[in-house]
């Protein structure tokens, strides 16, 4: 059993800034990709951000250059750190990591709101 557990969502103004973490326990002895979702009210879920294990980063192209992924893989922790943040980044948000084998896990999801 594998277990994601999220931390750092939260109401912020817009133009703050949020830091999310989402640590990965259990029975997972190796990560391959570990990235963020979001999901909004009425909208399908997309993918903010994704890291591989070499450390290589992909971003869409609506938080490009205010959110930034690192991870720590001796925590098996991603993090997301959100500048500039905007209403339109309202949403939860969600870890996903995918381990050898092709198999993902996501966490409970952690609010995110931005007010004007």
């Known amino acids: 059993q594998v277990q994601l557990v999220e931390s750092g969502g939260g109401l912020v103004q817009a133009g703050g800034s949020l830091r999310l973490s989402c640590a990965a326990s259990g029975s997972i002895f190796s990560i391959n990709a570990m990235g963020w979702y979001r999901q909004a009210p009425g909208k399908q879920r997309e993918l903010v951000a994704r890291i591989s294990s070499f450390g290589i980063t992909n971003y869409a192209d609506s938080v490009s250059g205010r959110f930034t992924i690192s991870r720590d893989n001796s925590e098996n922790t991603v993090y997301l750190q959100m500048s500039s943040l905007k209403p339109e980044d309202t949403a939860v948000y969600y870890c996903?990591?995918?381990?050898?084998?092709?198999?993902?896990?996501w966490g409970q999801g952690t609010q995110v709101t931005v007010s004007s």
């Open positions: 996903n990591i995918i381990a050898p084998g092709a198999y993902q896990y």
